[in-house]
């Protein structure tokens, strides 16, 4: 039996049923909503200055449109939309809305937990914090440059929480997927068994009523690793 190679591989999605397509379009779906809901409040009930709101109004807009997109082409099952580009998206549109709009409302710290969230429980824990550190140095390097009426002191302790949550998120995260993979191999390795020791399933399917005890053990093992000696006893074998 072949193990598949996304069970042991860390760069791809935890198992099969977490990254096939309804997750993906249920990921996509939320992504979309957000990024409309943060658009129509943008628009809708504005604050700061016009420039600034036409500026946080235009990102808004193009990330709406770019999570259109990936939804769309989700349902159609293209590969990029498994990998890990959107989220990283969400994390560079978070920093993107402080800047533009000079101020550091919920809507892009929403965008920073989704992306932790979805790096996270999709590709574990290097990713989830990889993706928490760069969120969150983009976010404090927009805060310094566009809100000078924000302390270190204040934007420290906002950095050290995002940063801890993050760090959890990808703590859980990685053992979900651990968790995901080891049902899955054992499926696997339940499914059919391992040639390598020359077990035929079908024998054994065939001889489970028959009554076994210890005394099968020994000469079993010698039939499975084909040791040729006199003490073997080909009845005892259950293979």
């Known amino acids: 039996m072949a193990i598949s190679s996304s069970l042991l591989d860390k760069d791809a999605p935890g198992t099969a049923?977490?990254?096939?397509?309804?997750?993906?379009?249920?990921?996509?779906?939320?992504?979309?909503?957000?990024?409309?809901?943060?658009?129509?409040?943008?628009?809708?009930?504005h604050t700061g200055h016009g420039q600034a709101n036409a500026a946080a109004v235009l990102v808004l807009f193009c990330y709406t449109i770019a999570c259109a997109i990936a939804f769309?082409?989700?349902?159609?099952?293209?590969?990029?939309?498994?990998?890990?580009?959107m989220h990283r998206l969400d994390a560079?549109?978070?920093?993107?809305?402080?800047?533009?709009?000079?101020?550091?409302?919920?809507?892009?710290?929403?965008?920073?937990?989704?992306?932790i969230v979805v790096a996270s429980l999709r590709f574990g824990l290097d990713e989830g914090a990889r993706v928490t550190i760069v969120a969150v140095m983009l976010y404090c390097v927009a805060a310094i440059a566009t809100l000078p009426d924000v302390g270190p002191a204040r934007l420290s302790l906002r950095a050290a929480v995002l940063l801890a949550f993050g760090r959890a998120i990808a703590?859980?995260?990685e053992r979900h997927i651990q968790a995901a993979r080891r049902q899955a191999l054992?499926?696997?390795?339940?499914?059919?068994?391992?040639?390598?020791?020359?077990?035929?399933?079908?024998?054994?399917?065939?001889?489970?009523?028959q009554p076994m005890s210890h005394?099968?053990?020994?000469?079993?093992?010698?039939?499975?690793?084909?040791?040729?000696?006199?003490?073997?006893?080909?009845?005892?074998?259950?293979f």
């Not at 769309?72 to 580009?85: A, H, I, N, P």
């Not at 993107?96 to 409302?105: E, F, R």
């Not at 499975?224 to 259950?238: E, G, R, S, W």
């Open 171 to 173: 703590q859980l995260g």
């Open 215 to 238: 005394d099968n053990v020994f000469h079993s093992v010698l039939g499975m690793l084909d040791v040729n000696t006199a003490v073997l006893n080909p009845q005892l074998d259950l």
């Open 72 to 85: 769309v082409c989700t349902r159609s099952q293209l590969r990029w939309t498994r990998g890990k580009l």
């Open 92 to 115: 560079g549109v978070c920093a993107a809305m402080v800047a533009a709009g000079g101020q550091a409302d919920i809507f892009p710290l929403v965008f920073m937990f989704f992306a």
């Open 186 to 209: 054992l499926r696997e390795l339940h499914q059919v068994a391992n040639p390598r020791f020359g077990i035929d399933r079908t024998c054994l399917m065939a001889r489970r009523d």
């Open 17 to 45: 049923g977490h990254s096939d397509d309804a997750d993906n379009q249920l990921v996509a779906r939320i992504r979309a909503v957000l990024a409309l809901s943060a658009l129509l409040v943008a628009v809708v009930d």
